[in-house]
Nanobody
C-alpha cells in the first residue's frame, strides 16, 4: 500500500489544521493507521492511531482532547483533525499503516509510511 499525506501548513497557536492520508494499492480496511511526528532534532513520536474498522483509537497524552483521528475505509482516507495547536506541535507528520487490527503507538509495527507533511505552529 502507498500512502500520501497532505494538509500541513503554517498556522498560529490556537488554530486548527486537518491532515489527510490517502491510500492506494490496497484498502485501508486491511490496516490500522497511525500518525507520527518528528520535530527538528528530536526522535519520531506517536501521535494517534485508529484500528482497521475505525472503531478503536489511541492518542498520545500530549494531544488528547485536541486531536481527533478518523477513518473512512470506503474512501481509503484517514484524517487527523488538530485543534488548539501549540508551537510544540511543530513537526513533520507522517501517516503509516500497520497490518494488525488494533491501533498501536509503536512505530516498528507499521510496515508502510507516507512521505510526511510539515506542520508549523507560530507563537
Amino acid at each position: 500500500v502507498q500512502l500520501q499525506a497532505s494538509g500541513g501548513g503554517l498556522v498560529q497557536a490556537g488554530g486548527s489544521l486537518r491532515l489527510s492520508c490517502v491510500a492506494s494499492g490496497r484498502t485501508f480496511s486491511s490496516y490500522a493507521v497511525g500518525w507520527f511526528r518528528q520535530a527538528p532534532g528530536k526522535e519520531r513520536e506517536f501521535v494517534a492511531a485508529i484500528s482497521r474498522s475505525g472503531g478503536a483509537t489511541s492518542y498520545a497524552d500530549s494531544v488528547k482532547g485536541r486531536f481527533t483521528i478518523s477513518k473512512d475505509n470506503a474512501k481509503n482516507t484517514v484524517d487527523l483533525q488538530m485543534n488548539s495547536l501549540k508551537p510544540e506541535d511543530t513537526a513533520v507528520y507522517y501517516c503509516a499503516a500497520d497490518p494488525n487490527y488494533l491501533p498501536r503507538g509503536i512505530s516498528g509495527t507499521y510496515h508502510h509510511w507516507g512521505q510526511g507533511t510539515l506542520v508549523t505552529v507560530s507563537s
